[in-house]
């Protein structure tokens, strides 16, 4: 909010910026960074392209503004999971959370984070790495939670939480991926359901 107040300041835009950057944040979610072309993107967002640039900056800024808001709105399960009490209710939640966002109707299949970008040539090289430094991220976050849960006693002193973290990380890409490929949200709930039995007892 304040943003946008700073930036009516003067000539104003005449457009809203939040739905403009929804907008684009769809087309990089079911198109790709490479896939979606600054025409589907200004096209989408119904503004022209000067006032893209003038706005959000280049394409590439464009895309990291939109992992932003993936990662505040469709993808923020990811932050409230981490809250969770125990070590099994994050991996449930963050599983949870995967199979709806992936399969959100209304919303393209599957997840921004994985498939925006997966492979690139030079052109979308940056947009690779930052959703590379995204999913570490994440990853890095669940594995920090899954240590303070050994500390506390609440998973065996012997779990490796970094292997932990990314056996949890995996399955909710795979969930991804098979979501864009067609699985249907019971599906999917079900793999998840699958991946929890094999939890370390506490």
Not at 90 to 100: I, M, N, P, Q, Y
Not at 137 to 147: I, S, V
Not at 178 to 183: E, K
């Amino acid at each position: 909010m304040e943003t946008r107040r700073k930036s009516s300041i003067g000539r104003p835009r005449g457009f809203d910026t939040d739905e403009a950057l929804e907008r684009a944040m769809r087309v990089f979610w079911e198109q790709g960074y490479e896939g979606a072309s600054l025409a589907d993107l200004t096209n989408a967002m119904g503004i022209t392209r000067t006032s893209m640039y003038a706005a959000f900056g280049n394409k590439e800024d464009l895309f990291r503004k939109a992992l932003e808001r993936y990662t505040e709105g469709p993808a923020s399960y990811a932050d409230r999971a981490q809250r969770e009490p125990t070590a099994r209710q994050v991996a449930t939640a963050f599983l949870d959370g995967s199979v709806r966002a992936t399969t959100r109707p209304g919303c393209p299949a599957g997840c921004f984070g994985v498939q925006g970008s997966l492979a690139a040539g030079d052109p979308g090289r940056s947009a690779r790495d930052a959703l590379i430094a995204w999913r570490n991220e994440g990853t890095l976050r669940l594995c920090g939670r899954f240590r303070r849960a050994v500390d506390e006693g609440d998973l065996p002193p012997d779990t490796d939480p970094e292997l932990l973290a990314r056996y949890v990380m995996t399955v909710a890409n795979g969930i991804a991926v098979q979501a864009a490929s067609g699985a249907t949200r019971d599906e999917l709930q079900q793999v998840a359901d699958m991946a929890l039995r094999s939890w370390p007892p506490a």
